[in-house]
């Protein structure tokens, strides 16, 4: 079975989603990412969507139970590189995606993960 792959980089987690996401992918995902986390005592989650043109409502609320999961495992989630169709469709579904973090690019997504731990100045030298 097709999988996304899960990096690892120190207490957080990259998932760059570069195929078209299907339904039974979506879902392998979250079971994957949920393992992951629980595995690796992962702290965060950064789930770079650039390539995604289309999100449909289940993509949507896949989204948020992986944060909501992710969570309950003391891990924050951030959505990373929305395009703008999909944030107009997402919002015309009536999806705000809640307890969803995003942030433009993978580079402040990272900043905002430290943020959010508290770990900001010891991990990024400031």
Do not use: C
Request: proline letters at 2%.
């Amino acid at each position: 079975m097709e999988r996304i792959p899960i990096l690892r980089m120190g207490q957080f987690l990259l998932v760059t989603i570069q195929v078209d996401m299907h339904d039974r992918l979506a879902v392998q995902l979250q079971d994957d990412l949920t393992e992951k986390i629980s595995e690796w005592s992962s702290r965060g989650v950064l789930i770079d969507i650039s390539t995604l043109e289309i999100v449909d409502s289940f993509i949507g609320r896949m989204l948020a139970n992986i944060a909501a999961m992710a969570r309950v495992l003391d891990a924050e989630t951030v959505v990373v590189g929305m395009q703008p169709a999909v944030a107009i469709t997402l919002v015309e579904l009536g999806m705000s995606l809640a307890g969803v973090r995003t942030a433009l690019n993978v580079e402040t997504g990272m900043e905002l993960l430290y943020e959010l731990r508290g770990d900001f100045h010891s991990e990024m030298g400031g």
